[in-house]
């Protein structure tokens, strides 16, 4: 059986291990954070099952937008589950896709929750605007 860690500040650490990770494109940091079983709730309903999967997604994800930087501004915690919002910023640059949407530098927050078991993410649910947040609350309460 999966043991819950209910200290907010070591699941805080996981998140923010992660998203340094990606940061640095450390990958095999990165593929450490998640459980190899883990499911991703995407914003869209859509989900992604195993850690190859989603970390491919979070690859893609850099790569299209190479001067992506992300940190963990805030975190709330109950039980195994730890709500995050992220903030993200995006420089632009001539190399990133969509560059006519990119003119300046843009800024804004994820938000995602994170199921912690045994030290890795088992379990995330992505949400990054209103309507995704209710689709997201939805599926926490099922």
Known sequence: MAS?????????QVVEALWAAVNER?????ESAYDPEVVYHASDGSELRGARDVIDLLRAFVVSLPSIETKLEAAVGDGSLLSCRVHTSIASTTNDIDKDHLKAP????????VRILDGRIAEEWAAF??????????ALAA
Do not use: K, Y
């Open 129 to 138: 605007g209103p309507l995704d947040l209710i689709r997201q609350a939805e």
């Open 4 to 12: 819950v860690d209910h200290s907010i500040a070591n699941q805080r």
């Open 26 to 30: 450390r990958f095999s940091d990165v």
């Open 106 to 113: 843009r800024s804004f927050s994820m938000l995602s929750t």
